[in-house]
């Protein structure tokens, strides 16, 4: 097999078939394989001196990989103040079997009114982790911690998806942190009794109001049980 040297910066050439995006992709260990798109790019440049960065113009549905087996996919402003056009991109990579996908958004002024949407979509519909960031400089820096939390594990085995549970935890936190009345303490508070966003959405006021109490417990209720 022809050995690629990967530098930084640098774009390789694309892959055998760059319309499958989803299946695994080579990532060397410390590295971000990036789309192309995002070159010269606030965030692709924010990144820059942190982290190896290499581009790669054969993705479709994925704009950054963390490794082999994770990926961010990025909303910008435009694409939430745009429409729906990216739930197929989020559907795909929730559907594949190779990928562990980390949904990161841009929440600003203007795309506010559009955010409770994809979180809805995001995190209950297709049970995938959600992270706002205000802007690209945010979420370069939170994309470079990404891959740090990876590189302080070398030996774990990416196939293990309770291995991969530990990258997801804090993410999974600050996800429920977006739910009303919910701040950090009562979000540590409902994963230590629901630890997935699956039995979270599913317990009952009863359940709840031990954890948090009676209005925290009604809020949650309406925030998974209002009309989408």
């Avoid at 990532?27 to 982290?51: C, D, T, Y």
């Avoid at 205000?134 to 030996?155: D, F, R, W, Y």
């Avoid at 997801?168 to 009345?181: A, N, Y």
Wanted: hydrophobic letters at 40%.
């Amino acid at each position: 097999m022809r050995t690629r040297k990967w530098t930084r910066l640098r774009s390789r050439p694309p892959m055998d078939n760059p319309s499958d995006s989803t299946g695994p992709v080579h990532v060397p260990f410390g590295h971000i394989l990036a789309n192309e798109k995002w070159r010269g790019s606030q965030l692709a440049r924010e990144m820059q001196g942190k982290i190896k960065l290499v581009f790669e113009d054969g993705l479709t549905a994925v704009d950054f990989y963390l490794s082999s087996r994770s990926c961010i996919l990025y909303i910008t402003e435009a694409d939430l103040v745009a429409g729906n056009g990216y739930r197929k991109r989020l559907v795909r990579i929730r559907n594949s079997h190779n990928l562990q996908g980390i949904v990161v958004v841009e929440k600003t002024q203007m795309s506010e009114q559009y955010f409770p949407n994809i979180q809805k979509f995001t995190v209950l519909d297709l049970g995938m982790v959600l992270l706002p960031v205000a802007n690209q400089t945010e979420a370069s820096c939170l994309i470079v911690q990404l891959v740090q939390e990876q590189t302080k594990e070398p030996n774990k085995n990416p196939f293990l998806r309770k291995k991969r549970a530990v990258l997801s935890e804090p993410f999974l936190l600050r996800t429920v942190q977006q739910i009303p009345g919910v701040g950090k303490v009562k979000a540590l508070l409902l994963l230590q009794k629901f630890p997935s966003i699956q039995q979270l959405s599913n317990a009952s006021i009863q359940e709840l109001e031990p954890v948090v109490g009676q209005a925290v417990a009604q809020h949650i209720h309406v925030f998974f049980t209002q009309s989408r």
